[in-house]
T-cell receptor
Framework: KAGVTQTPRYLIKTRGQQVTLSCSPISGHRSVSWYQQTPGQGLQFLFEYFSETQRNKGNFPGRFSGRQFSNSRSEMNVSTLELGDSALYLC???????????????FGPGTRLTVL | AQSVTQLDSQVPVFEEAPVELRCNYS??????LFWYVQYPNQGLQLLLK??????LVESINGFEAEFNKSQTSFHLRKPSVHISDTAEYFCAVSGAAGNKLTFGGGTRVLVKP
């Protein structure tokens, strides 16, 4: 079974631009979560999507948004990029469950975003 | 709100020596606890998890962690490390709010020959 895939793997943008990152979950997984990893702030939760609906959201400004499609693939968008948005963006997928918080999350390799 | 503290940012250790990575958490609700490992230029891989039941959990590659509710800790141990264990290790908790994981700051383990 293929793992979580993220595209692109590396991206360079300039301040003020916007960017869209893509995540394809493991087949059959309907929950997709996004995390930002930086040396200063560590790993921080951005949001989670389940059945095309945002189920949970972290403490990030509105410039960070996401969506999920009917095939469970997810995209996240960052508008008006700032230097501080440079980070590794990780996507994770998991199976649906009544005990959602107990599910193992499978992480992709991440997209390394550099903002110049 | 939940928080996770990993007490050591870096742990150098010699090959075949034991290692312990400390993790303490704070939460007002029951939590589920996880240890993830991250190798260079890769995503996170789950090492082990505590959901309920026995407080001692083990992974297939020799790591174990013990959930201590009174001390709100979930320390990770391995009795004998290998060079290949060089990586960054993250402790994480999740509560009732869906799949949101709260991570500690990470501990870099450097195994020396």
């Amino acid at each position: 079974k293929a793992g979580v895939t993220q595209t692109p793997r590396y991206l360079i943008k300039t301040r003020g631009q916007q960017v869209t990152l893509s995540c394809s979950p493991i087949s059959g997984h309907r929950s997709v979560s996004w995390y930002q990893q930086t040396p200063g702030q560590g790993l921080q939760f951005l949001f989670e999507y389940f059945s095309e609906t945002q189920r949970n959201k972290g403490n990030f400004p509105g410039r960070f948004s996401g969506r999920q499609f009917s095939n469970s693939r997810s995209e996240m968008n960052v508008s008006t990029l700032e230097l501080g948005d440079s980070a590794l963006y990780l996507c994770a997928s998991s199976l649906p469950s009544d005990r959602a918080h107990s599910n193992e999350q499978f992480f992709g390799p991440g997209t390394r975003l550099t903002v110049l | 709100a939940q928080s996770v503290t990993q007490l050591d940012s870096q742990v150098p250790v010699f090959e075949e020596a034991p290692v312990e990575l400390r993790c303490n958490y704070s939460s007002s609700v029951s939590v589920y606890l996880f240890w993830y490992v991250q190798y260079p230029n890769q995503g996170l891989q789950l090492l082990l998890k505590y959901l309920s039941g026995s407080t001692l959990v083990e992974s297939i590659n020799g790591f174990e962690a013990e959930f201590n509710k009174s001390q709100t800790s979930f320390h990770l141990r391995k009795p004998s490390v290998h060079i290949s264990d060089t990586a960054e290790y993250f402790c994480a908790v999740s509560g009732a709010a869906g799949n949101k994981l709260t991570f500690g700051g990470g501990t870099r383990v450097l195994v020396k020959p």
